[in-house]
């Protein structure tokens, strides 16, 4: 099936005991037993709940993954992963991350004894004088937040192989619409569902694709032990999202590149973030590996100045002054003091992620009124 097709009816089936062609929201805690240990494959709703298990195999169709587990966050789904580690084992990570899953690693999985590298992975080669023995673990977000930075997958993949290293690739950027890691070699998908696979900014979750069994069992496991399993509700409310996937991110790509085309000739924009860029560093990666360039753009504004900065953070009437991104509403974030406020400062610069940096997630809104509105917030 193509992807369209997918997104609307892979891993849904129409209820079986009313024909409903909507996946039930099966609202229930536990399932009752015939006799002790004798059900219908549902014990207790922390493990497994259909409307769970639809919204797991369509994730998975659209990765083409053999396996999807969900979690109530992307922070949760990445707390998971980390959890398959031991004390003493280490991670190479890319230096310019989303903020929460820094804080993650170096202030909840340090402390547990695990040790993390951060490391430009804009070349894959960076890791080789990282690795030995006891690193079990490669995490790349591509493209970057919120600098758009572009990593090789099919790159990294081939040193995490060589080395029987796991790689993850948290893919929320991109949207399984613009990029599949898992056909790239990636052993692991993560996403912050929250974003564009729900797409209206309405659920938090998170969640996991692979294609190997060892690991979705050790997922499975620590999803039911550590109990982080979002709610029916919200999976129902995924699988409605995901079925507008396609339409949505053709929308975001078609606005995303006008607006940096825009922003780009702009006199009081210093820079624009933005893969699709023909002298964007990472171009020729994005466009092998990326069937267009998203919605997301970043701009680094003339004036310096932190007053300026909130300013123009403040003056816009279409977007919205809001963390998150991937939803049909644009927004806009500071990312300094917003999403990655928890990364210091002096580790964020080097990154790029200076104060006058901003993060548009450009929605699916008609992008003259969304012109119109970044025009008169610079002015
Ligand atoms: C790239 C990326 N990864 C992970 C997360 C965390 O996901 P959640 O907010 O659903 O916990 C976010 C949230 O903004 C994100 O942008």
Redesign the pocket.
């Known amino acids: 099936m193509k992807f369209g097709t997918k997104a609307i009816h892979a891993g849904v089936h129409p209820d079986p005991s009313t024909g409903a062609i909507m996946t039930p929201i099966y609202q229930t805690s536990t399932y009752v037993q015939e006799s002790p240990g004798v059900n219908k494959g549902y014990g207790y709703a922390r493990g497994k709940n259909p409307t769970r298990e639809a919204l797991q195999n369509a994730l998975a169709a659209l990765e083409n993954g053999k396996y999807g587990v969900c979690f ?7 707390d998971a992963v980390l959890k398959m580690l031991n004390p003493g084992d280490e991670v190479i990570a890319g230096s310019d ?5 820094y804080r993650l690693f170096t202030h909840i999985y340090e402390k547990f004894g695990i040790k993390f590298h951060f490391v430009d992975l804009t070349n894959a080669d960076h890791m080789n004088a990282f690795i030995n023995d006891q690193t079990k673990l490669i995490w790349a ?1 591509t493209p ?2 919120p600098t758009m930075q572009i990593i090789d997958i099919e790159a990294c993949a081939k040193i995490a192989k060589a080395n029987n290293i796991t790689l993850v690739v ?1 893919n ?2 991109a949207s399984p619409y613009l990029q599949n890691p898992l056909d790239l070699g990636a052993d692991i998908v ?6 564009y696979l729900g797409g209206h900014s309405d659920v ?3 969640a996991l694709i692979t294609n190997n069994p060892e690991i979705h069992e050790k997922l499975y496991f620590i999803l039911n032990s550590s109990g982080a399993n979002p709610g029916p509700m919200d999976a129902f409310l995924v699988l409605r999202g995901i079925k507008t996937l396609h339409l949505r991110m053709e929308r975001h790509c078609y606005n995303g590149r006008k607006i940096a085309e825009y922003l780009k000739q702009h006199p009081k924009i210093e820079k624009v973030y933005w893969p699709g860029f023909p002298e964007h560093p990472n171009h020729d990666i994005a466009k092998k590996q990326m069937r267009d360039f998203g919605g997301m753009v970043s701009i680094v504004l003339k004036d310096h100045t932190i007053e300026n900065t909130f300013k123009v953070a403040s003056s816009f009437k279409v977007f919205s002054l809001a ?4 939803g049909v509403e644009s927004l806009i974030n500071h990312p300094a003091t917003m ?1 990655h406020a928890s990364i210091p400062k002096a580790e964020r610069e080097k990154a790029g992620v200076v104060d006058h940096l901003l993060r548009l997630s450009i929605g699916v809104e008609d992008v003259e009124d969304l012109i119109a509105d970044i025009e008169q917030a610079l002015n």
């Not at 993560?190 to 974003?195: F, N």
């Open positions: 109530s966050s992307g922070v949760a789904a990445t991350l989303y903020g929460g899953t977000e970057t937040n948290d929320t950027f993560m996403h912050s569902v929250t974003k938090v979750m998170g963390e998150s991104l991937g999403t």
